[in-house]
T-cell receptor, first 114, second 115 residues
Framework: AQTVTQSQPEMSVQEAETVTLSCTYD???????LFWYKQPPSRQMILVIR??????QNATENRFSVNFQKAAKSFSLKISDSQLGDTAMYFC???????????FGQGTRLTINP | DTAVSQTPKYLVTQMGNDKSIKCEQN?????MYWYKQDSKKFLKIMFS???????INETVPNRFSPKSPDKAHLNLHINSLELGDSAVYFC??????????????FGPGTRLTVT
């Protein structure tokens, strides 16, 4: 069974700083996908970024980028120039190819301070 | 336009009651899901449906019965509610493209409180 671990329950940074959220996973699958979802206080789950395991290039979406280390089974999220609106719970998630379910980590509560 | 909608958003009920949560998606997706988020914010898959067929039942008690009348709807009925059922329930949908896994779009969640 796959597992996803987020070792940082809470993080706090100042606005405009860069912050990195950690995620590790365990799987024996060779083809899989990794995601970061954001859940602000509104409770809505919002996709931040997606990474295909077969791609060596790290995914980026504007201020959000990942550091995907396949051999180490690590998938960290970097948020550059953090903004107050980035305050949220962040969930790392895994799905094996064709699995049709997401396995989530425990979440990291990120607070951006003014 | 709402992509994935759930009703109700809040549900307060007593132990032993039966309740339903409705979910609809207007994205034309083939696959729909129910996730449960507990009080510690942990999210776990409960069910997934593909083209109205049950694909995954993740060891959920029989008191939970999903029903998919068509591809756009996946409802969740819960019998004999227990205190431990209190949680936020999320419906989600995604496009089924075989082995490729794309974004799952989530509804706003239903906060169920059992007293």
């Amino acid at each position: 069974a796959q597992t996803v671990t987020q070792s940082q329950p809470e993080m706090s940074v100042q606005e405009a700083e860069t912050v990195t959220l950690s995620c590790t996973y365990d799987t024996s699958e060779s083809n899989y996908y990794l995601f970061w979802y954001k859940q602000p206080p509104s409770r809505q789950m919002i996709l931040v970024i997606r990474q295909e395991a077969y791609k060596q290039q790290n995914a980026t979406e504007n201020r959000f980028s990942v550091n995907f280390q396949k051999a180490a089974k690590s998938f960290s999220l970097k948020i550059s120039d953090s903004q107050l609106g980035d305050t949220a719970m962040y969930f790392c998630a895994f799905t094996a190819s064709g699995a049709q379910k997401l396995v989530f980590g425990q979440g990291t509560r990120l607070t951006i301070n003014p | 336009d709402t992509a994935v909608s759930q009703t109700p958003k809040y549900l307060v009920t007593q132990m032993g009651n039966d309740k339903s949560i409705k979910c609809e998606q207007n994205l034309g997706h083939d696959t729909m899901y129910w996730y449960k988020q507990d009080s510690k914010k942990f999210l776990k898959i409960m069910f997934s449906y593909n083209n109205k067929e049950l694909i995954i039942n993740e060891t959920v008690p029989n008191r939970f019965s999903p029903k998919s009348p068509d591809k756009a709807h996946l409802n969740l009925h819960i019998n004999s509610l227990e205190l431990g059922d209190s949680a936020v329930y999320f419906c989600a949908s995604s496009q089924d493209l075989g082995q490729e896994a794309y974004e799952q779009y989530f509804g706003p969640g239903t906060r169920l409180t059992v007293t």
